[in-house]
């Protein structure tokens, strides 16, 4: 069975996915990042993520080039922050006041939480490349705000279903 990208990518938007930006600092020091959703806890002992990056992004660059990454998992007010992510300007950071994570990894403000990790593995998977990072920090910034979901092409966030 042959399938058309455009059909899978509609078949996949049906999985819905909490709303990430990857963020690297460049070799030139420059803060370099993009909004994903392809990013997925791996293993607890020890503490691995992954994140599947396109061949044709930028941040991949940037991530080899330090070793290391940041998920900024962004709340339900940050469609904005996605939005700008999401595109392909060089001028993402610009007016947006981050923070550097103990390993230097840019942080965004106003996230909910963020892990900083290092590149463990880097595997060549289609059009993507795979980078499994190690978690070196971690936190939590906001544990009361409504995470921010993409479902079907669009932003959502969550309702309790718990009485
Ligand atoms: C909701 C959403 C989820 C996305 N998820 C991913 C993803 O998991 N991996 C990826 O490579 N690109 C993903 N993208 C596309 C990138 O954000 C986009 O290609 C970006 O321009 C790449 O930036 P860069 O070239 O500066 O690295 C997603 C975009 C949106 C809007």
Known sequence: ???????????????????????????????????????CSVS??????????GADA?????????????????????TATADRFAGSKGTKFEG???????????????????????VENEVEAGDHTIFIGRVAAAAIESAQEPPLVHFGGRYHTVASLDQ
């Open 44 to 53: 607890l002992v020890p503490p691995l993520v992954l994140v599947c990056v």
């Open 96 to 118: 947006v006041e981050w923070v550097a994570a103990p390993g230097g990894s840019p942080l965004l403000p106003g996230g909910l939480a963020w892990v900083e990790c290092t």
């Open 1 to 39: 069975m042959s399938l058309e990208p455009e059909a899978f990518r509609e078949v996949m938007g049906r999985l819905a996915g909490g709303v990430t930006v990857v963020t690297a600092l460049g070799g030139d020091g420059r803060p370099r990042g993009f909004t994903a959703t392809a990013v």
């Open 58 to 78: 930028a941040t991949p660059g940037a991530i080899r080039e330090a070793g290391r990454y940041a998920l900024n998992f962004l709340g339900s007010e940050d």
